[in-house]
């Protein structure tokens, strides 16, 4: 079967949309850190709007920190995949040629050194989920694992803001993709401690004067693509995509208009640029990655392998729509005009979307990053007084007690001991009671203390 390439692309049907640019006559402009689907879903179909209304030299050129699986797809394809878009109105797709160069960082470090120290580069995005940040249970850096890893965005950024200080270049503006609370900060706060840790004062002075790392909320689902989907994609196409994407149609992206320099009219595609992302950060975290979570550890526990099926369980779905929009969207203050009924609404809606198959356990993965700012923020606010917040919380306890071993955590060793040694009363009190790890996050009373073991216990 046809690969899709450059000298391919041609021969794509009709229907399939292409990019509105020459791709040969655009400079690399973005540097994109963590290449996985999201990104590809997101934040290059962004770039591609952008160029495609005339912007020029913002071409993305992206790097996998370790694992060379993407690199490997996109790299004979020339940088070219398709995005899918799904719904019960049937299928869209789309050729995206934003990106131009794929790296491996592990691999060539050397490479992706030169790219952020170029001239041409203005902008750094980032996907590396909440665990590539490198934060503590405190949220302070974690300056011990960064120096232990060797490969972390840290190591990279922190060598660009040398070298381009050296070399008598602009200051970038790194932009966070992840779900983390004030994403930008965390960023901001990491490059400046690990410039700290080399002794890179002078340099860690001109980063925190002239550098900038806005706040970002992003917002598109896409679930891990199969064999199948791969498959199904080759019978469209005529030719075989290795790149492929699969997503929904709605996405969304707020950005604080905080740039060190010019930036890419991500806005012709649809995103904000606003003053402050903190409301939509809060309620995107709060009401769809926290009510994505309860439906990942209930729906596990119930047998279903995907969301869709969980949203539609008489049994969960009550607890979700409790945990949304009693207890996430009353948890904080929302921004004029945002309407938070509607908004919850319309993720119950995506959530029952038959045709895009996520994964329940793709959502579990790294669980013990994700509780704190989905559900320990709104327990915070509320009080404590949120059954079901609560409720998804002891089923996330659960998760980590009965053997899901194969799912990623960071700290899957030291919750897996944590049970070895007890039950649940003193896993509860290790993670959250005085002096416990997740403590700073929410400490529960005494009631609330006793509702959650009881719901942990065997």
């Given at each position: 079967m046809t690969r899709l390439s450059e000298a391919t692309a041609a021969a794509l049907p009709a229907a399939v949309a292409r990019p509105g640019y020459d791709r040969a006559s655009q400079r690399i402009g973005i540097v994109h850190i963590g290449l996985g689907a999201f990104h590809r879903a997101h934040q290059a179909v962004y770039t591609d709007d952008a160029m495609a209304a005339g912007d020029r030299d913002w071409a993305i050129a992206a790097a996998s920190?370790?694992?060379?699986?993407?690199?490997?797809?996109?790299?004979?394809?020339?940088?070219l995949y398709t995005v899918t878009e799904r719904s019960g109105a049937g299928e869209a797709v789309r050729l995206i040629g934003a990106i131009r160069e794929v790296t491996v960082a592990a691999k060539a470090p050397e490479r992706l050194a030169?790219?952020?120290a170029s001239a041409d580069t203005r902008v750094v995005t980032l996907t590396v989920t909440e665990k590539g940040y490198w934060r503590?249970?405190?949220?302070?850096?974690d300056l011990a694992g960064i120096v232990a890893d060797g490969n972390s965005i840290y190591h990279y950024l922190a060598q660009a803001v040398v070298a381009r200080r050296a070399a008598g270049l602009g200051p970038l503006t790194l932009v966070s993709c992840d779900n983390l609370p004030d994403n930008g900060r965390v960023l901001r706060a990491g490059v400046s401690a690990f410039l700290d840790h080399r002794g890179q004062g002078a340099a860690r002075d001109w980063f925190e004067r002239d550098w900038r790392c806005p706040n970002t909320m992003v917002d598109?689902?896409?679930?891990?693509?199969?064999?199948?989907?791969?498959a199904k994609v080759e019978a469209a196409l005529g030719m075989r995509d290795e790149a492929a994407v699969i997503t929904e149609p709605y996405r969304q992206w707020v950005i604080e208009d905080d740039f060190a320099g010019d930036r890419p009219r991500w806005d012709v595609g649809g995103a904000q640029f606003v003053a402050d992302v903190a409301p939509y950060e809060t309620a995107k975290l709060r009401m769809l990655n926290g009510a994505h979570s309860a439906l990942a550890y209930l729906g596990l526990e119930r047998g279903h392998a995907f969301v869709h099926q969980a949203v539609a369980d008489p049994t969960i779905r009550p607890v979700v729509e409790a945990l949304m929009r009693d207890e996430a969207a009353t948890s904080f203050t929302a921004a004029k005009g945002q309407a938070l009924g509607p908004y919850a609404d319309a993720l119950l809606a995506r959530f029952a979307n038959v045709t895009l198959e996520h994964r329940l356990s793709q959502i579990a993965s790294d669980g013990s990053q994700k509780v704190?700012?989905?559900w320990l923020s709104s327990l915070s606010a509320h009080g404590g007084d949120a059954p079901a917040t609560l409720t998804a919380l002891a089923a996330w306890l659960r998760f980590i007690r009965t053997g899901h071993d194969a799912s990623p955590d960071p700290r899957r060793a030291e919750l897996a001991g944590l049970w070895a040694k007890g039950d649940a009363a003193s896993?509860?009190?290790a993670l959250f009671?005085?002096?416990g790890s997740m403590a700073s996050q929410w400490q529960p009373t005494e009631a609330q203390r006793a509702a959650l073991v009881r719901q942990v216990a065997p």
């Open positions: 920190l370790r694992s060379s699986g993407v690199c490997d797809a996109l790299a004979p394809q020339d940088g030169a790219l952020l503590r249970p405190d949220g302070a850096t598109r689902i896409v679930p891990a693509v199969t064999d199948a989907d791969r704190g700012p989905r896993v509860v009190d009671g005085p002096g």
